[in-house]
């Protein structure tokens, strides 16, 4: 019988200690190369760790495991996994974006993937009439984040696959946002699932790493030739801190959203707040979406305050809430997209989607709800 999402996060697919000294803690092989009993013969299957190493390797089956995927491959940022990603791609095919993503990954696209003679069409993918035109057009690839990073669009992830299917394009989800606890992309249809795996899945704001799951061995093949090829693969100690982090994913997201959803609806009374982006208030315009395709709402709120006076002094004033980028640890942090994550977003784009000076970006973490408002409305109005 396959296990829950909560014992796999703790325990892989399998409960069959895969150390071979019965260890509980997987141990760190902190080692670059193995020997060979005989010439190109190692009885473990390991030769080099850029290629596989076994702390890596445990980590990339746990993961596998909780995205039910072929397989995964840890990266050493999460950046690196979405560039390897874009490697399957040749001059010339254009890969369809969701109009609201990681700065970092609009930044990689509009230098490197330019570069590469890739095109982007940035559109908003909740409308899926304007996914099939562009698939019709003749895209590669339909690019997603849902919900999105920072202003929590939401996308129909099955939809999209539908569309995929019938145009022969693969579709790329990155799932960061709401992590395998709450979302399978795989299961709704994507191809391709890729992680900041620095944010929930390591869960302590302590590493930087990254991960590609692919539904098909087909797709695993190519990107096992990437990894060992190109080479930002995760080191054996960040592999540990991640397989660490791991077995508690399921209760941090089920805390971290229990918190979310509390101070989404305190932000919501606000006088001095003007909007609040939180997926898992019922007036948010992609909640039904949401409600379908995953299992939570997270832990990421964005919300407009009525002045960018009072965006500074929250940011300068609070005192729990550190005031600082990424996502997904046990602290909570709050990010100003505009001069940090989504700097390189083009500034038209930002018009379109709202994305001014006075939104304000909140990674919920796992203190006590109310002592994060206090902190909060403490900074606002002090
Ligand atoms: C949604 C999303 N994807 C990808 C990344 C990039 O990951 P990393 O910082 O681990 O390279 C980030 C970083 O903030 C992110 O928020």
Redesign the pocket.
């Known amino acids: 019988m396959a296990y829950s999402i909560e014992t796999r996060c703790i325990h892989g697919e399998e409960h069959n200690c895969p150390d071979p000294n019965h260890a509980i803690s997987y141990p760190i092989y902190q080692t670059a190369s193995f020997s060979h009993l005989t010439p190109g013969h190692n009885p473990n299957g390991f030769d080099y760790s850029r290629e596989s190493n076994p702390t890596r390797a445990h980590l990339e089956e746990t993961v596998a495991s909780l995205e039910n995927a072929a397989d995964a491959v840890a990266f050493s940022?999460?950046?690196?996994?979405?560039s390897t990603c874009m490697d399957l791609f040749s001059p010339g095919d254009r890969i369809i974006c969701t109009l609201d993503?990681?700065?970092?990954?609009v930044r990689l696209f509009q230098n490197i993937g330019t570069k590469n003679g890739l095109v982007f069409s940035y559109i908003d993918t909740s409308d899926l009439s304007l996914v099939e035109q562009e698939l019709k057009a003749g895209a590669a690839a339909i690019y997603l984040?849902t919900p999105?990073?920072p202003m929590m669009l939401v996308t129909d992830i099955r939809g999209c696959a539908e569309l995929a299917k019938k145009y022969h394009a693969l579709l790329i989800v990155?799932n960061?946002?709401l992590s395998p606890y709450f979302q399978n992309p795989l299961d709704l249809g994507a191809d391709i699932v890729?992680?900041?795996?620095?944010?929930y899945l390591s869960g302590h704001n302590d590493t930087?790493?990254?991960f590609l799951c692919s539904s098909t061995e087909e797709l695993a093949a190519k990107f096992r030739l990437l990894s060992k090829t190109t080479g930002a693969v995760l080191a054996p100690f960040d592999s540990w801190l991640v397989l660490r982090g791991l077995k508690t994913l399921a209760v941090r997201m089920d805390r971290t959203e229990e918190n979310a959803l509390k101070i989404a609806e305190a932000l919501q009374k606000c006088p001095y707040v003007e909007q609040v982006r939180y997926v898992g208030l019922p007036d948010h315009p992609g909640y039904e979406v949401n409600r379908k395709q995953s299992r939570g709402a997270g832990g990421m709120i964005s919300f407009t305050v009525d002045t960018v006076e009072r965006a500074e002094r929250i940011l300068k004033n609070v005192k729990l809430i550190t005031f600082a980028?990424?996502?997904g640890g046990a602290e909570t942090l709050i990010t100003y997209p505009i001069v940090q994550?989504h700097k390189d977003v083009p500034e038209e784009t930002k018009k379109i989607l709202g994305l001014s000076d006075r939104l304000l970006r909140l990674s919920v973490g796992l203190e006590k709800a109310e002592d994060i408002l206090a902190d909060l409305f403490a900074a606002a109005e002090g």
């Open positions: 940022s999460g950046m690196a996994a979405i993503l990681y700065g970092g990954s984040e999105s990073n990155d960061t946002f890729i992680h900041s795996g620095t944010k930087v790493c990254g980028e990424s996502l994550t």
